[in-house]
Structures are given as C-alpha cells and as structure tokens.
C-alpha cells in the first residue's frame, strides 16, 4: 500500500509542454505528478501556445516567472544552462507535436513523459525508441486508466489460469459528446481532433480507443493479435475522413477472437470504457466508471465481485492500493499510479538498474509504439472497405 512516503532518492524536476489554462488533460497530469510531492516537483514549462497565457499560468501553479518559457525550444535551451535544471518533461499538446517536442527533448538530455497517440506513425515511433535507447532515457505514455490496481487484479488472474485459457475479448471505449457537429465549432480541443494535419491518420481510434487497446495488453500481455478488420465511419459528414465512430474485430494467434467499439456518437452514453475477458472457465470485467470492483463470473457458480483494497487481492494488486478498501479512488490515484511509476523507471535508468526497469509494468516506449501500431492497421484494414488485414 502506498502512503504518499518517498520512493525515489528526491522528487525530480519537472517541466510541461503544453497542459495549460485552457487545457483538457494538463491537470491530470499535475494531479498525478505531485500528488505524493516526494516524487516530481514542477519546477518550468511552456504551458501554452499563447506565450503570455501560459506564463501567467504558471506563476499561478507556483513556478517562477524566469522559468515560465515562450515556447518548448526555449525551455530546453535555457534550462540546460541550468546547474537545477529539468530532468524530464511532459508534453501534453495536440497530437500533431508530439513527435517534433519529444525529439527535442531527448536530445536535450530529457527524460519524456508523452500524450497518446504517442506519434502518427510507427517509423516515427521506432525512431525515438532508438534515439531514446541512444541517450539512455525513458519515454513514458500517459495511459493515464492503467494505473487502476484492480487491472493488475485481472492481470495475475489471467496469468494464474483462473479464468483458463482467454477466448474472447470484448472492449469499448464509447461516450456520445459528439453525437452532433455543435461541438465541432464551439471547441477548440475537437476541432483539431478532426483535423488529420494534428489529430493524425485517426479520430476516436487514437483518441480514446488506444487507451482501452492498452489496458487489454496490460491484462493479457501474452495475447497478440495476428489479423483484424475495421470498420470506421464518420456519422458527422464534415468530420471525415477521420471516423467518430469504429468497430473492430481481431483474431488473435492462441485462436481467441476480439472486438472493439470505440465511439464518440454514442449518444447518451455516459459510462465510457469496459474490459472484459472470457475465458474457457470463467469471465473478468471491469469498467472504469467502477474502478473499485471487479466482477469474476465462473461458469456454474454465483458470480463474484471483488473489492478494492481487500488482502484477498494479488499482492501485484494491493501494491498499488492508496487509499484502503470503502474509501472511492478514481482517475487521479489512477493517474498518480503511472507518474509514481514514471519516477521509479527514471530512477532506475538513471542509475543504470536494468533488472529495475525490466520488472516494472508501466506504460513505456514500447505501449506507446503498440498503439501506433494499433492505429495503423486499423486504419489500412478500413481504409481497404473493411479487409482483414494482418496485423503489422
Ligand atoms: P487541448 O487542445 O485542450 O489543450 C492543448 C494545450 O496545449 C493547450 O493548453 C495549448 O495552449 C497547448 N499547446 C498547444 N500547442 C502547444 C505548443 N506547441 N507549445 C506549448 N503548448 C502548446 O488538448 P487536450 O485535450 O488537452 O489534448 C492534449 C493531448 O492529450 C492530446 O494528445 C490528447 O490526445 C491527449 N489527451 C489524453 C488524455 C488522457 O487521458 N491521457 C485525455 C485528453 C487528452
């Protein structure tokens, strides 16, 4: 169980691309960061494009006007003649700069924590694994779900063959606040999301569905999709060729077979995102409006609801547990999790631990270069009227 107490030698100095007052994610990333205080401190940034906004921003958030920078070059560069100078940054701006920002930064010398999509592209994305391999620095991917304890639940689970071998994989990632074009022209954060020069080859595939794609590799790291077939359509004619809503069916290579939903026009729909995995005995699923309770369902028995924070749960489980059983976690432990996990994998690079980093479950390069990969085939299999294709 965490209590908040230090995990690594002191907090390291952080900075934001991006994130700003106007922001949608940026707060969950200060909420996750310093929630403990003993594991980052936010010491600089370029919260904005807007230069003067984003400078009055963080002298509100408590960083020093002379370390309030006009835009990312100029933060690497003069933060670099720094003695106290970062050590990693977060870059949470639109899709479209995620590539050019981290670059940079690694060259700077910065370790990197990165908004989903990671990249367009795969090249893109195999390129900075290497340049980051090249500098000896992590990049890590703000699945900001997985830190959920509930998932490593599932995940011993499946590993442990409670539910047998997985047969079906049901995921969907759905909400419906673009059932009309309103949204379109009244929010800034959609109209980029619809636009392919800076959300990408893919709207709600990379916008939401990637998240739900990662957290069934985080249960089930041992399943690999070998084909899939997407269908995706845009429901609001102007939104295309990005899709606001898509299905996808895979097959995997143990022969277990899967689908996806992930939308944006499910009108109504105010639970977003649910995870279950049939196996040859028994069922697991989880949905992150509940968090807290798992359900196991085993073929001829009553079914099961398992509770946060219980010492009947995987010790992989309660290792991440903050608050104790009764007590509502959410998003932001959830978010805490993977930065305190950031922090252990900065840490242990740094001190050129590899047993460390190899040990530790959290979303890095690798999670980032899958949903790339994801994206992609997704998009070649639709882009081909709905084919199957392998999955490259
Ligand atoms: P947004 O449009 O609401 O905010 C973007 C922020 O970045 C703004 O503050 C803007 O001024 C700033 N910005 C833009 N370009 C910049 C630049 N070159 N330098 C410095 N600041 C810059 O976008 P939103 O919704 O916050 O999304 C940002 C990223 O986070 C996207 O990649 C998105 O996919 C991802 N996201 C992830 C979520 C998660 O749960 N992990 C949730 C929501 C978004």
Redesign the pocket.
């Known amino acids: 169980m965490l209590n908040g107490e230090r995990k690594t030698p002191r907090p390291l100095r952080w900075a934001m691309?991006?994130?700003?007052r106007?922001?949608?994610?940026?707060y969950?990333h200060r909420c996750g960061a310093l929630r403990d205080n003993t594991a980052f401190a936010l010491v600089a940034g370029?919260?904005?494009?807007?230069p003067e906004r984003?400078r009055e921003f963080g002298v509100n958030l408590g960083v020093d006007a002379d370390r309030c920078y006009d835009?990312?070059r100029t933060l690497f560069a003069q933060e670099a003649q720094r003695e106290d100078g970062i050590e990693v940054v977060s870059v949470?701006?639109?899709?479209g700069?995620?590539y050019q920002i981290t670059r940079a930064a690694l060259l700077a010398g910065l370790h990197v924590i990165c908004?989903?999509?990671l990249f367009f592209t795969s090249r893109e994305a195999y390129e900075i694994k290497a340049l980051a391999a090249e500098k000896n620095r992590i990049v890590g991917v703000?699945?900001?779900f997985s830190g959920h304890p509930l998932l490593l639940q599932m995940r011993a689970m499946i590993a442990n063959g409670q539910i047998g071998e997985v047969r079906m994989v049901d995921l969907q990632y759905t909400h419906g606040f673009n059932a009309t074009d309103e949204v379109d022209r009244l929010s800034?954060?959609q109209k980029?999301r619809i636009d392919p020069q800076i959300s990408g080859p893919s709207f709600v595939l990379g916008?939401i569905s990637t998240?739900t794609y990662y957290l069934s590799q985080l249960v089930m790291p041992q399943m690999q999709i070998s084909e899939l077939l997407c269908d995706r359509q845009s429901f609001i004619p102007s939104r295309a060729p990005l899709e606001d809503n898509a299905l996808v069916m895979m097959r995997y290579a143990n022969g277990a077979v899967g689908r996806m939903w992930a939308s944006s026009v499910n009108a109504g729909a105010m639970s977003s995102q649910r995870i279950h995995i049939v196996g040859s005995k028994a069922s697991l699923e989880w949905t992150d409006v509940n968090p807290s309770e798992l359900s196991y369902q085993v073929q001829g028995q009553p079914n099961q609801t398992l509770y946060r924070g219980m010492p009947y749960l995987d010790e992989t489980c309660n290792a991440w547990e903050r608050l104790g059983a009764l007590h509502t976690e959410g998003l932001t432990e959830s978010w805490a999790n993977i930065y305190l996990k950031f922090a252990l994998a900065i840490d242990a690079c740094n001190r050129g631990d590899r047993q460390a980093l190899d040990q530790l479950v959290y979303p890095d390069i690798d999670a980032g270069i899958d949903g790339v990969r994801w994206i992609e085939n997704c998009v070649r299999s639709a882009d081909q009227g709905a084919r199957w294709v392998a999955f490259e």
Do not use: C, M, R, S
């Open positions: 691309v991006g994130g700003g106007l922001g949608q994610v940026g969950k370029a919260f904005d494009i807007v984003g835009d990312y949470a701006t639109p899709n700069t995620h908004e989903k999509p703000t699945y900001g800034d954060a980029w916008d998240h």
